[in-house]
């Protein structure tokens, strides 16, 4: 396991945490398990661009500010998919 890396447990935490700050900043409505899964997810999705980038985030604290990143790229496309105003 690498040291950037945090545990299930905390990730799902951390994951519900971003999933709803991201929730709150996009004006959106989602249930708890989906704001788990944007905000894991999203990490990832924001990890992976941002590594592209040569920006790494560590720890909980990057991890979270990553979910949120990412989660909300993730409802802005699924907005985008559904048609409706991003």
Same mark, same amino acid.
């Given at each position: 396991m690498e040291?950037?890396? #945090?545990?299930? +447990? =905390?990730?799902i935490i951390v994951? =519900? #945490?971003? %999933?709803w700050i991201a929730e709150k900043i996009m004006k959106s409505?989602?249930?708890?398990?989906?704001? @788990?899964?944007? %905000? @894991? $997810? !999203?990490? &990832? @999705?924001?990890n992976g661009l941002f590594? *592209? +980038?040569g920006i790494s985030f !560590? !720890? $909980?604290i990057g991890?979270? $500010?990553a979910g949120v990143i990412g989660a909300c *790229? +993730? #409802? =802005? +496309? !699924?907005? &985008?998919?559904r048609g409706r105003k991003a």
């Open positions: 040291d950037n890396q #945090i545990g299930w +447990l =905390a990730a994951g =519900a #945490i971003a %999933g409505d989602q249930g708890l398990l989906l704001n @788990i899964i944007l %905000g @894991i $997810v !999203g990490a &990832m @999705i924001a590594s *592209i +980038l !560590g !720890g $909980v991890y979270l $500010v *790229i +993730l #409802i =802005a +496309l !699924g907005r &985008m998919v």
